[in-house]
């Protein structure tokens, strides 16, 4: 490994810079895990309480989510803009960003709420269960009134990570998921004086944990000496400047639509399998499941990247700002190869672990090793969106996403999916090759992205350092 002197600007990544990221990141897979986990509980809970409750709970949370993640994706751009400020020393503004980041997330919940409360009509639509609709559209409404805590939750959690702390976001974590399964039981099945609510249950018990968490994250922001200059900012009502919110919608909104493109590419992708059988669809699920956890991984990464970049920009760091590039790109692809040796290796233990079908571990296991090569595009393209962030890059990222997703991957998924033009209907194997043509074209246009505009930036950067 070798270090140049800091004066040519030529310094690459450095073991220095390495162990500022790795701390910044594992908290963050953390919280990201107990997201996860408390979707696991929501699925047994309510596979207990039977099959038409567990499928409610499943179709409510693929309507909802989407509006969700477009919500927070919005709200992810205030860590970058944080972190930008205290690296040019406007320590002043911080607490004044942040009580905009709440007005924010204030606003985006009094949008996001009609949204999903008209969105419980569409269950008609998707099947002819009546039971299982009822129960899909009770559980979004009970879930849908802990929106402006869980967007809450999400700007204090910025506020946090702008100042390089991650780790009360991931105690809050672990509380949510900890006490997510005695509340899940309360509302689900009517323990201790609850009304029993069925599937709809999960909905209120996670809407109880989002405004826990956000009293959590409020009072440990509140009180940390770190934060002391900001606490009147924080707790003051004062009307937002319109300039200031317009500013964060237009660097956040292309967020959101990233993650809103994502997400619904793997909607679609599951009703386009939907007519070849349970089988076929059941595969899918299991690969998706696994990249989706393993997914985890590189975006902690690149929302720590995002941090530093953002920082070391706002210093005009050039050097700084290089090496925490190249550093996070070495550390996503280190754990990109980890990751791809190990899905590929223990693809039918993995497989085994949601079913013993020796069709389903067949059809699985092959769909593992498409799901291994999709690792690395998907671990370069959501790094590279965590740079364009720290840059506050934002706009091309909705364009890129957009047309890599919908203009290529989409096609290019159902053609082989379900019909012989190209070569006979692949089934479940042609949509996983969908998704890696569609992230290789992200990630390509998206490191391309990256470069010119760390070239522009470092141009600028000198300029305003001299």
Same mark, same amino acid.
């Given at each position: 490994m070798i270090f140049y002197k800091e004066e040519t600007m030529k310094r690459t990544w450095n073991l220095q810079e390495m162990k500022k990221l790795i701390p910044l990141a594992l908290p963050v897979l953390v919280v990201n895990l107990s997201i996860v986990g408390m979707g696991c509980v929501d699925a047994i809970v309510a596979g207990r309480a039977g099959v038409t409750d567990m499928a409610a709970v499943a179709l409510g949370s693929s309507v909802? %989510?989407? +509006? @969700?993640?477009?919500?927070?994706g +919005? %709200?992810?751009i205030i860590g970058p803009v944080i972190a930008n400020m205290r690296g040019?020393?406007?320590e002043s503004r911080v607490g004044y960003m942040t009580n905009h980041g709440l007005w924010l997330a204030l606003m985006l919940s009094l949008v996001s709420m009609p949204v999903i409360y008209a969105l419980r009509n569409v269950f008609g639509w998707i099947s002819d269960d009546a039971a299982m609709c009822e129960m899909a559209s009770a559980y979004m409404f009970a879930i849908m009134w802990g929106l402006p805590a869980n967007l809450g939750f999400v700007a204090l959690k910025s506020l946090n990570e702008g100042s390089n702390m991650t780790r009360p976001a991931m105690y809050v974590g672990i509380c949510g998921l900890l006490l #997510?399964?005695? %509340?899940n039981y309360m509302f689900v099945f009517g323990m201790y004086g609850f009304p029993c609510m069925g599937g709809a249950g999960c909905g209120a018990a996670t809407a109880v944990i989002f405004y826990i968490e956000f009293l959590l994250m409020f009072l440990l922001v509140y009180f940390n000496p770190k934060h002391r200059p900001y606490r009147r900012h924080i707790v003051s009502w004062r009307r937002p400047t319109p300039s200031v919110i317009t500013h964060l919608v237009r660097l956040g909104v292309p967020i959101g639509i990233s993650q809103l493109c994502e997400v619904m590419l793997f909607c679609a992708a599951a009703l386009v399998l939907a007519p070849l059988g349970k089988t076929q669809v059941a595969?899918?699920?299991?690969?998706? #499941?696994v990249g989706g956890l393993v997914f985890m991984l590189p975006l902690s990464v690149g929302l720590a990247a995002s941090i530093r970049v953002a920082y070391h920009h706002g210093k005009k760091n050039v050097a700084g700002t290089r090496s925490a590039i190249l550093s996070a790109y070495v550390l996503v692809l280190s754990i990109c190869l980890c990751t791809i040796g190990g899905i590929i290796l223990f693809r039918e233990q993995i497989v085994h672990l949601y079913n013993d079908s020796e069709l389903i571990v067949s059809t699985a296991s092959v769909l593992l090793i498409l799901a291994a090569a999709y690792q690395l595009p998907d671990c370069l393209q959501v790094l590279s969106v965590g740079v364009l962030r720290g840059f506050r890059d @934002?706009?091309?990222i909705s364009i890129i996403t957009f047309v890599s997703y919908w203009m290529v991957g989409f096609p290019v998924c159902y053609i082989l999916a379900r019909t012989d033009w190209i070569v006979p209907a692949m089934g479940a194997?042609? +949509?996983w090759i969908g998704f890696i043509v569609g992230l290789t074209v992200a990630?390509?246009?998206?490191?391309?992205r990256v470069v010119r505009t760390t070239r522009r930036e470092f141009v600028l950067m000198r300029r305003g350092g001299e």
């Open positions: 909802y %989510l989407p +509006v @969700t993640l477009f919500a927070c +919005v %709200l992810m040019k020393s406007h #997510n399964i005695p %509340l595969s899918h699920q299991i690969a998706g #499941n @934002t706009a091309s194997r042609g +949509v990630a390509v246009l998206l490191l391309w």
